[in-house]
């Protein structure tokens, strides 16, 4: 699977945006972006996946760079529900299992 | 409700004992994974099952052994044979009908294991 790049932690403050950065210069062109959350000490949670346009959805927006070798996860209002390390996963066309790294811990301050 | 059910939440056992984690999932998904998490650490896979009586080998399956009799169980035995097993364990499931690499993955609550 592709490597994927991303920050070990930031902070941000409550109710504001948040952008969450993710490099996968090698990624292939098959290969779909997907973010996971995982709140402490719960199993993650799905959040949002693309593959070239910028996806919305009741969570969060994916924005993907034309190019396709790095995204950013926005989160449009930070709230304290939403700390928590966040995994940017590239996934191929085959149904295998997620690949973590060690994701961006996000901290968000009152 | 449909989802994913991981008992215990805490398990402690003593060294040299073979412990069995328990997963049950009512979704209907063909597949199942279990991950191993340690402290600060990304998860880590360990074995995998896109259908009954079929499972793989994930990146860190020795010391672990697991079966798929049932497509809505997929237990996890912890042998003695695993030299670091104290850590967070996760379950999860995803569909397999077509549109893989956008399936999604539904993650269980987890089980904390502590050997002694």
């Known amino acids: 699977d592709a490597k994927t790049t991303q920050p070990n932690s930031m902070e941000s403050n409550e109710e504001e945006p948040v952008h969450l950065p993710c490099n996968h210069s090698?990624?292939?062109?098959?290969?779909?972006i997907h973010w996971y959350r995982q709140l402490p000490s719960q199993g993650p949670e799905y959040v949002i996946h693309?593959?070239?346009s910028n996806v919305n959805n009741r969570m969060a927006s994916l924005a993907i760079a034309e190019d396709r070798k790095s995204s950013t996860l926005i989160l449009h209002r930070a709230t304290l529900r939403d700390a928590a390390v966040y995994y940017c996963i590239l996934r191929d066309e085959g149904n295998t299992p997620l690949v973590f790294g060690k994701g961006t811990r996000l901290s968000v301050i009152a | 409700d449909g989802g994913i059910t991981q008992s215990p939440k805490y398990l402690f056992r003593k060294e040299g004992q073979n412990v069995t984690l328990s997963c049950e999932q009512n979704l209907n998904h063909d597949a199942m994974y279990w991950y191993r998490q340690d402290p600060g650490q990304g998860l880590r896979l360990i074995y995998y099952s896109q259908i009954v009586n079929d499972f793989q080998k994930g990146d860190i399956a020795e010391g672990y052994s697991v079966s798929r009799e049932k497509k809505e169980s997929f237990p996890l035995t912890v042998t003695s044979a695993q030299k670091n097993p104290t850590a967070f364990y996760l379950c999860a499931s995803s569909i397999d009908q077509g549109g893989g690499a956008m399936n999604e993955q539904f993650f269980g609550p987890g089980t904390r294991l502590t050997v002694l």
């Open positions: 090698t990624i292939s062109g098959t290969d779909y």
């Open positions: 693309g593959l070239t």
